[in-house]
């Protein structure tokens, strides 16, 4: 079982950067057990993938959206998973989802994640 907890969003002006973090309390198996990932879903449209990141870090798949100005990360000793966001643009305004997957290999499908957080809100001003 994994309960994650998303934080550091907010509102910054175009250009900006924020660092997303997601905290995860698990029980059972290890963080380092979970690949996990970040989901972003704006209003009116579908939850769409971010970034991925396997369990030992070694596999980071991002969305074309967002490569070169994004970063996924983990700490398995603190059981975070966190988002560089640099660059930020208007057009990355939305709720941002941490997701832990049972599954070995790292997925963009948000159907493949078993577990989800509650979101946390990123607005980018122009």
């Known amino acids: 079982q994994v309960q994650l907890v998303e934080s550091g969003g907010g509102l910054v002006q175009a250009g900006g950067s924020l660092r997303l973090s997601c905290a995860a309390s698990v029980s059972g198996r290890p963080f380092n057990f979970y690949g996990a990932g970040w989901f972003r879903q704006a209003p009116g449209k579908e939850r769409e993938f971010i970034a991925a990141?396997?369990?030992?870090?070694?596999?980071?798949p991002y969305s074309d959206s967002v490569k070169g100005r994004f970063t996924i990360s983990r700490d398995n000793a603190k059981n975070t998973l966190y988002l560089q966001m640099n660059g930020l643009e208007p057009e990355d305004t939305a709720v941002y989802y941490c997701?832990?997957?049972?599954?070995?290999?790292?997925?963009?499908?948000?159907?493949?994640?078993?577990?989800w957080g509650q979101g946390t809100q990123v607005t980018v001003s122009s």
């Open positions: 997701a832990a997957a049972r599954s070995a290999f790292v997925s963009v499908n948000k159907d493949n994640y078993d577990y």
């Open positions: 990141i396997s369990r030992t870090g070694g596999s980071t």
